[in-house]
Each structure stands twice: as C-alpha cells, then as structure tokens.
C-alpha cells in the first residue's frame, strides 16, 4: 500500500507556539501553570504533563498564588488578567498573534458601534475558549450565533457587524451572512450591505486548508485522520475530509486504527 502524509498535517502555527513556549519553560526548570488545555491532543498533553506542566481551571485561578500561568493560543478575556494581577501571578502570554488582533479588532468596532446602534454578532461554537475570550473584551455585549435557529436574537434593523471565531468554516460563515443579508433585506432595507459589514476573521491557515484538504482525500482509497477528539479545528478539517472521501475515519491514537479498513485499499 502507498501511504502519504499531507505535507501541510500538524498543529497550527498557534498551537506550535503555545507547546513551544511552555516546553522551554519547563526544561528549564520552572514550575508552569497552563489554564485550561494547551492543545486539544491527549497524546500532546501527556507529554507535556510529563514534563511538569500542570493544568488548571478558571475556578482553581482564583485560588492561585505567586505563581506562572501560561495563557494558551486561545486566547483569555481581561477578567483572567485582572485576577492574575490581583494573585501575584505572572503572565506568560502565548495567546495566538491572530487570536490577538481579534480581540483588539473586535474591540474596537464593538466601541465605535454603540454610537449608531450596532450589534456585534459573533459566529462561533458556545463554550468555546476564544469565544469566551472575545466575548469578554466586549463585556459580554455580543450575539453568539452558531447557526441559522440562532439569528432570532438579532434585530435586523439594525447595523450588524459578523466576526467569526477563527477556526470555523469558511462556506458555512459566508452562509450565515447571506442569512443575515436576507434577513435584513426582509426588514426593507434596500442596501443590506450598508447595515452588514462582514469581517474575514477565520485564520488563513484554516481557511487555505479546506480546498487542498478535499484535493487529498480525494486522490487516497482511504484517509486515517488523526486529531483529538476535542479539537474544534480538526472536527472542521475532519468534516472536510469525510465530505470529500467517505471512507475517512478519525482517530487519536494508534490503537484505534482497525485493520479491516484497509481491505481491499491501495492508497492512504
């Protein structure tokens, strides 16, 4: 059987950075505190446990003291840096560069928006880490939508300014704005896209991904997915993959991986 790895297979550049970071640290001897999971990969997290790296929750934050505490890629509202301060806790801030410039944009417009009216919609999954990040540097005064039963809390009339998480789909994100467009076309508003301004903010990384991805699967019998079971971003590129070769299967460990997939299969 020929077997290939996609070239492009691994954790995103904020990931890397994040493990990265946390791996000098420890290897150098510091004791390092992670809130929540560096990277949503068990087999990762071991490793890195392995080393000293221990992670904590939000409700063990507030009784954290003198200590280091690595933010991960994801990103953190302020509320974690204010009881960071407050703790004696220093900061080590691996917060993805992009994720970063997401949360000042985001920011920004929620602060020139309530000028005239505005609504800062935010496409993305509930509970997850970066939306609860983005969400706070708006003081929560933002619409969470995840799909198309959610655009009922949004007035159409309106002005709607969309950002995404930055790990969603792309096509799916273009949908829930046509939604939003059509909606407010529906309100009476001959030029929707004056009261719709849509933000690219899904990384291009993920983004640029999709198409490729679907170029792969395409040309394999079968496709062996390996990502943890909690990842958003490789729930996404997993569901591009089976979209595009039904025989793709997800796994995150070796012991997963059952022979009689590859019957009769000539290429993975």
């Known amino acids: 059987m020929i077997v290939e790895t996609d070239s492009l297979s691994g954790f995103c550049f904020g990931v890397r950075n994040a493990v990265e970071i946390a791996e000098k640290a420890l290897r150098a001897g510091e004791e390092i505190y992670c809130l929540g999971l560096i990277v949503h ?7 890195l446990v392995a080393l000293g790296l221990k992670m904590i929750d939000h409700e063990q934050l507030e009784r954290l003291k003198n ?5 991960r890629a994801h990103g953190e509202p302020p509320e974690t840096y204010r009881i960071a301060e407050r703790n004696n806790i220093t900061i080590i801030d691996a917060t993805c560069p992009i994720v970063k410039k997401l949360q000042a944009r985001i920011r920004k417009t929620w602060l020139e928006s309530r000028e005239n009216g505005g609504q800062v919609v935010i496409y993305g999954k509930p509970g997850h880490a970066e939306v609860i990040g983005l ?3 708006i003081n929560n005064d933002g619409i969470l939508v995840s799909g198309p039963d959610d655009l009922s809390g949004i007035d159409f009339t309106r002005p709607v300014m969309l950002f995404s998480q930055t790990t969603m789909s792309v096509q799916e994100y273009g949908r829930i704005a046509q939604l939003i467009r059509d909606n407010i ?3 009476g508003i001959t030029d929707p896209d004056k009261s719709l301004k849509v933000h690219n903010t899904i990384c291009a990384q993920v983004s640029g991904r999709e198409s490729q991805l679907r170029t792969f699967a395409r040309k394999h019998d079968i496709i062996i997915f390996v990502s943890g079971k909690y990842s958003s971003n490789g729930k996404l590129l997993y569901s591009v993959c089976k979209s595009a070769n039904p025989d793709s299967w997800f796994v ?6 059952e022979r009689s997939w590859f019957e009769g299969k000539k290429s993975a």
């Open 135 to 137: 969400l706070g540097h």
């Open 67 to 71: 200590s280091r505490l690595l933010i």
């Open 185 to 187: 076309t529906e309100c």
């Open 252 to 257: 995150s460990s070796p012991g997963e991986i």
């Open 41 to 47: 990969n068990e087999a990762e997290i071991s490793r």
